[in-house]
Every structure is written in C-alpha cells, then in structure tokens.
C-alpha cells in the first residue's frame, strides 16, 4: 500500500477544451433561507440521466444529447424545472421552496423512517432476489470483457499551463478534455485496454479470466503503478454487503445492513427499455462512515437492478482519494434476467478534498458481451496458472484493436497513445518520472542497475556508531529470470565494513523453480522474530538504534552463508528447500552469547563462537495472494491475504565443524478478516520447538521492541533478550476500525481518525539442558506464566501517523519491567 500511496504522491509532483457532450450543467441547489441543500435529485426532464447533490449541495451533469429542460426536488420541498437555453450551464444557483402543506405525506428530510418506507419495501425485495438475479441464474456462464483504464491530471487551468515545470512539454495540452462527471479539465497521462475471456461455475464457486490482449502507455514498464492499477480495480458485486475500495470497505447501498447507515427515498417511477422500474435514491445516515449517496433503477417484478449511478460521501474517512462515482448498466436478456453490461468508475485522487485542488483522475470502464450460460469445463480448466506470461498478448497489431475492440476510442484517446509516446522523450519529462519511480521503488535506476534501497543508506547503532550503506541489484524488466544484489557499508565506531550479496535463478517460469545462493556479513539485533527468514540480505529494523530507547548493543556479529532451491507446483503454494551456514559472535563487549563447552563440567571452559550448518524445508501458503511481475521476484498487490508457513530446520555437528545436533520447527498463521463492516480483524498465530541443544545464539528469543516505532509481531513493552523459549506459542490480535466508531461522535467525526486495538500473548518454557548450556550474561527467562499485552491506539492523524499506547498486562514486578509505552509509526494509507 505505501509504494501505492507514494505512485500518487510521485504524480502530483507533475502538477505545480474540447466538448463532445452536447449538454452540461453544473452549481449548486439552496432551500430558501439561502442554505446548501444536500442529496437533492437533479435530472434531465424525460429522461433517466440523473444524479443527486454532494452535502454542500453541488451536482454536476451532462448528457451527449441535446437536452431542453432540468428537474430539481427534494423531499419536503417543491419540484423545479428549469429551461435550458443553451448547451452549457454553469455555476447554476437553484432554490428550492419548503412545502407548506402536505397531508399524510411522510416528510424524508434528513434521517428517513425505517417504517412505512416504500423504498425499504423495495428493498427487502431485493434483498430476497440477490441470489438469483444475474449470473448466479446459471451453473455455468461465459463473457467477453473490454475493459480501459486511463489516468488523468485534472483541475487543469491556464495558470498551470504556464507552470515552469511545462516548459518544453506544451504540446501535451493540445489533449484537454472534460470531465462528464464533475465537468473539470483533465489531461491523460495513462491508459491501458485488455481484452479477455471470462469464465465461471456457481456451482464449483470457480471463475477464471484469460486476457486475450493488453495494450497501454505512459508508465507501462513501473511495477509499482502497474501494481497499483491492479488493486485499484478489484472486482466487486453490487449485491454484495460490502465494497472494497482502496483496501476499504464501503458498505453496499443493497447490502442487508443498508438500512443502518442509509437513508432511502422512492423518488420516481418510468419505463426503462421497455420495462416498469422504480428510482430510489439513496443517502448517508452519518458523516464519516464508508458510504455512498447516488440512486438506482429497479425492476418492478425481478427486483433487478437495471441502472445504479453512486458517489462516496465526501465526508468518507479515506485518505487521498477526493471523489468515487460508479455506474452500472444492466440489460434484459430476456424478461426474467438482467446482465451487467456496463461498469464505469472514476476516483479522484487529491491531497485534500477541496473543490479547487488538483489531482489525478483514475477511470476504468468495463463492457461486457456475448454471454453464454450452462457450457460445463472440466475441473483442471480452472486451475490458476502459476507463472504464466505470454508476450504476444501485449504486442497486437492496431488492426486487431480496431476489430475487436467493443467500442472506439474518441479522438483524444487514441493520441493519447501518440501524445505519451512523444512525451517519454522529452528529458524533463524523463527526469521527473524518474522521480517519481525512484519514490515508489526506493530504488534509481541507472541503465540496468538499481542504486538502493536509497532509505536504508544511513542508519546507527551502539556498536557501529553512524553506519553508512551503498549498494544495488540489477534490473532489466519486471520480468528478469534472474537477479544479482548486493551491499556494502561502513560502521565509523567499530570501523569495520560489512556486505551482502545474493543471486536469484529461474529455471522453470511455469512452476518457478529458483536456484538462489548467498552470503552476508554484517551487524544485526537478531530475535526479533520467533519464525524462521529466508532472505539472506534481509536487516531489521531493531539493528538501527536511530530512535531506540534503553540498551541497543546486544548486537551479533552474523556470516551467513545459503543455497536454496524453491518452487511452486500451484498457484500460492510454494516448497523451498536450503543448506545454510553461519557464524555467531558478540558485536559488544558488554553482550555475552557464551556457552558451556560441557554443560556437565563448567571447568572446561566456555566458547562465545558458534559455527553452525543447517539444512531447512519450508511449506508457504497464501491463498488470495495477488502479485505483478513473472520473474525471479514478484511484488504484492496487497497484504490482505491469509498466510500459512512451515519450517523445519535440521542442524547437523560437525559438517564444516559445526557446533550443534538439533530439529527446529517452527509454524505462521496470519489471517486477516473482515468484521461486518466493522473493519479488519487481524491474527497472528506462531507455535515451534526446538529439539536438542542449543546455545544463545540459535535459541528462540521472544521478539522484543526497544523502538519508539511500532514493529510488526513484536512486544511493545519487551526489552530485547528479556523472555526466551525452545517451546513457545504466541497470538497477536489487531483490530482496525477504520474510524466506525468516531464517526459517531460529534468533533471527533470530522478529523477521520480511526481506532485500533489489540492484545498480544505468548507462552514458551526452556529446557533444563538448555538452561545448563547458557554461560552468556542474558539469564534465560521463559513466560511460562504467560507474558500478555495490550495496546489501542489512534491512526491516520494527518492522515500519515499512527500513535499506539500500550500497557504490560503480566510480568509487572521484573526489574526494568516496562509497565508502559507509547510507539508511532509513519505511513501513506488509504
């Protein structure tokens, strides 16, 4: 999510007509004391071409007909029509008069009944016909899909025209257009066409899509926006509950728990293609919560939506993201099934929600066509494809896009194409975008090479005083089959430098077989994670110290050495298998990992060197896991996807004269879940034991946090190497609000700050020969009574900080115990 949020910012560092619609109008509706009226219905007289105002009482519509007249009411308050004299009506000011009398007229201003609505009636219906209206009529269906994505710089005036940062790149002006939802200018900056085949059982709840074609420009070749691109347009079902959006959950305007959070009025009836349909127009109860305001067509008799237009209320707690509006369309099949046909989304994406900022438009409309129902695939049609990438799908010639292409592009569209092409070879042009990927990837590309990541090249510690790092990888595409990185740095206390370096093989694209081998040394804060890594160049955050509080110099001196071979016989599903080889040693006189040579007989004497070889296997299991790229390393879309991972590691004496005979196993369950609207709920479960003996060095230590930051499947009031375990079983819950409770309260409801909570435990014990093996000065303490914590805290203020408060819930009398903490951390999140 950061690298996605960072795209957006990246964008508008680029921001320092034609007309095709024959008719459009904008402003604002007023009652009569001169006050903005809300949610009022503006529409096109005779038509079905509407929209509703935003809570400060501004609409905006067009339509590419010629139109005479405009409708505006509202509930409680008198009809107008209004004449329209000419094609293009502007800053329009419309008041409305409050009715005087009514008889047995229920009034729905504001907050409307749950009772005696004619529209929740309606609803309810609907309700009853979710599961068999649509797709889910038949066993099985087949579609054709177009979909086009395009991103948009808008707000575009002649000030910023003339902006400096233009010189040299006028031309791409020539390519203005207007918005035909909000009527502002806009200039493409990206688009992207995919052409592809659809195909689902309901009875299996199996679906595949094969993309048949791809086509884009602008910044076609950045993983990070292409990542993006991808989890902005999930797919979603307007029947559904719930709505992600932005890796939120907006609560459907059908959804069972509707009635909760909206407000809906019958405002109209008509036929629409033939067939009767109601118009219900929908509102937020609350400011603050993840709704929408907008209205929908509904069939009189299948209770089918026939049309659906919404826009997510301003006042949304969802950080730079100005403006949703959706639209659907559905056609009559026959008289009992009605089919998507159309989905178009436009986001606004902005640093605030004021009307006059600038932005960056976000648009996907989606076609869909030639349906086929009840044609049965076998079960293995339906198997994910690990890895597969075609190339040719992304080079089709432009007659095969002006043939099969379900609608043309306008004429602004197809130079886009043309325009961006041009604008790649500009060098302003190329410098700023450069800038904008080097923010999103952490890394600057120079030809093949990768100088990073450029936010870990400074940090300190106790032992290395200021550290400085350089280092790189190279990069030829997202789809590199293999890879080289690697490091150096420079700790001006210890004066000693270290290093990293790693190679990555593919062998098999379709099953990603990769043959990968490494080695590092360096200075590392090592137990700070109960469960097992296979990064070889992978550094903590707890090795810098740069805001730490208490002791930060029980630092290890690590050589680790790995091969390793993995692959992915199904989709999500990976085996690895690794022989490693490491050597452990203090980085500080005053942190000890000391152990008996003879356990039994102390006289012997003691070794603080610990050379170890291991072999690993490792099961990984991510379910839902979304990812770009086909080569040797994949980005994730998102994080919201179940893991489950397992390792076993067997240390073997003696081989390269290795110290020590054990099994270690270790398990990872991570579920996140969406509660009811409620937010997300997210759980950590690790269980492993260690069998044999074992000295410090390779103990499980319970991961402490000394930060002032928040670290994930960390301790918030542990100290590093305070609680170790060869046994242990530990649960994290973190529940995120995601600001449903103080959008309930009154002064709080305006700040969209969102609420979290948590409490974290752990159980482990230590053997008795592993506590006779210890001569470190870290005496071996277990949670054997269970070591528990919980914490809430307070996100997205200024809409980039977190601040947690946490309290120590056993343990209370240990020395040094702390009781108390409060930690933070920064990030860019929807």
């Known amino acids: 999510m950061k690298r996605k949020i960072l795209f957006l910012l990246g964008a508008f560092l680029l921001l320092s007509t034609s007309l095709f619609a024959q008719t459009k109008v904008g402003g604002i509706v007023l009652d009569d004391k001169e006050q903005p009226l809300p ?81 929740i009636d309606i609803l309810r219906k609907i309700w009853e016909r979710r599961r068999k209206n649509g797709l889910k009529m038949f066993k099985q269906y087949e579609y054709d899909k177009y979909e086009k994505v395009e991103f948009d710089m ?12 233009f010189r040299g790149m006028e031309f791409i002006f020539d390519h203005v257009d207007t918005s035909s939802v909000t009527g502002k200018t806009y200039l493409p900056i990206f688009i992207n066409e995919a052409l592809s085949n659809v195909y689902g059982d309901n009875t299996r709840n199996r679906k595949k899509e094969i993309v048949r074609a791809n086509k884009n420009s602008g910044f076609s070749n950045n993983q990070q926006i292409i990542a993006f691109v991808k989890d902005l347009y999930a797919d979603y079902d307007i029947y559904d509950n719930y709505l992600k959006f932005f890796d939120k959950d907006f609560v459907s305007p059908l959804s069972r728990t509707g009635i909760n959070v909206y407000n809906y009025v019958l405002a109209d009836s008509t036929y629409i293609d033939k067939k009767w349909c109601y118009n219900i127009v929908f509102y937020p109860r609350r400011k603050g919560e993840l709704t929408f305001k907008g209205n929908f067509w509904v069939n009189d008799t299948t209770f089918a939506i026939k049309k659906i237009a919404m826009a997510a209320s301003k006042s949304a707690n969802i950080n730079w993201v100005k403006d949703i509006y959706i639209e659907q369309e559905f056609e009559v099949l026959n008289d009992s099934v009605f089919l998507l046909s159309r989905d178009h989304m436009m986001s606004d994406f902005a640093l605030n929600k004021k009307d006059e900022s600038k932005g960056v438009y976000g648009k996907r409309t989606t076609l869909f066509r030639d349906y086929v129902f009840d044609k049965k695939k076998e079960d293995n049609f339906y198997a994910a494809e690990v890895n597969y990438y075609d190339d040719e799908i992304h080079r089709r010639s432009d007659e095969y896009w002006e043939e099969n292409r379900f609608e043309s592009l306008n004429n602004d569209e197809r130079g886009v194409y043309k325009m961006l092409d041009t604008l790649k070879t500009v060098p302003k042009f190329k410098r700023l975008y450069s800038l904008v990927a080097t923010l999103g990837s952490g890394y600057y590309q120079m030809g093949n090479f990768d100088y990073g990541p450029i936010f870990s090249s400074f940090g300190y510690n106790d032992v290395e005083g200021i550290r400085l790092r350089t280092g790189g990888r190279t990069y030829f595409g997202q789809n590199d089959p293999w890879r080289i990185e690697g490091y150096t740095a420079y700790g001006f206390k210890d004066n000693k430098f270290k290093y990293g370096i790693s190679g990555k093989w593919m062998l098999d694209k379709k099953k990603r077989l990769i043959i990968s081998a490494g080695n590092r040394r360096d200075v590392e804060q090592i137990g700070v994670s109960l469960t097992a890594t296979s990064d070889v160049l992978g550094r903590s955050f707890a090795s810098s110290s740069l805001f730490a509080s208490g002791d930060n110099s029980k630092l290890t001196s690590v050589n680790f050495s790995t091969v390793g071979v993995e692959i992915e016989p199904v989709k999500n599903f990976t085996l690895r298998t690794s022989i490693n080889y490491r ?30 070889y291991e072999y690993n296997a490792q099961i990984d299991y991510t379910p839902g896991r979304r990812t770009i790229g086909y080569g040797v390393e994949r980005s994730d879309v998102d994080l919201n996807y179940a893991r489950l ?31 009811g609207g409620f937010g997300r709920l997210f759980t950590t479960l690790e269980a492993g034991k260690i069998f044999g003996e074992v000295p410090l060095g390779l103990m499980g230590v319970v991961p402490g946090n000394q930060s002032w930051f928040i670290i994930e499947n960390t301790y918030n009031l542990m100290n590093y190497y305070e609680f170790v375990a060869d046994e242990y079983v530990s649960l994290h819950f973190e529940h995120n609000f995601n600001g449903r409770l103080f959008s309930r309260i009154p002064g709080l409801r305006d700040l969209n700050l969102r609420e979290i909570i948590g409490v974290k435990g752990v159980y482990g014990t230590v053997s008795d020969d592993n506590v006779r093996l210890n001569a470190s000065n870290i005496q071996y303490r277990a949670p054997e009574d269970v070591y528990w914590e919980y914490h809430a805290g307070i996100g997205n203020i200024f809409k980039v900080f977190r601040l947690d408060f946490a309290w120590r819930g056993s343990y209370l009398n240990l020395p040094d115990a702390n009781k108390f903490a409060i930690k933070g951390s920064f990030g860019f999140y929807f």
Not at 154 to 165: E, G, Q, T
Not at 585 to 609: H, I, M, N, Q
């Open 39 to 119: 949610f009022a219905n503006v529409s096109f007289k005779g038509t079905s071409k509407g929209t509703i105002t935003d809570e400060n009482g501004k609409f905006y519509l067009e339509s590419p007909d010629t139109q005479g007249a405009l409708l505006v009411s509202s509930m409680g308050y008198g009809n107008k029509e209004i004449t329209l004299d000419k094609a293009v009506n502007y800053d329009m000011s419309i008041v409305l008069s409050e009715v005087q009398e009514l008889k047995e007229v229920v009034l729905y201003t504001g907050k409307t009944s749950k009772k005696n609505n004619p529209a």
């Open 154 to 165: 808008n707000s575009i005036d002649s000030a910023f025209m003339k902006s400096k940062i």
């Open 645 to 675: 991972f397992l390792n076993f590691s067997q240390g073997v004496k003696g081989i390269f004269d290795s110290d020590f005979d054990y099994q270690k196993l270790q398990f990872f369950y991570r579920q996140p879940v969406l509660v």
């Open 583 to 612: 050597t452990l040693e203090s980085a500080s006189p005053t942190f000890s990992l000391d152990y008996y040579k003879d356990p039994w007989d102390p006289s012997k004497g003691t070794k603080g060197f610990v050379k170890q």
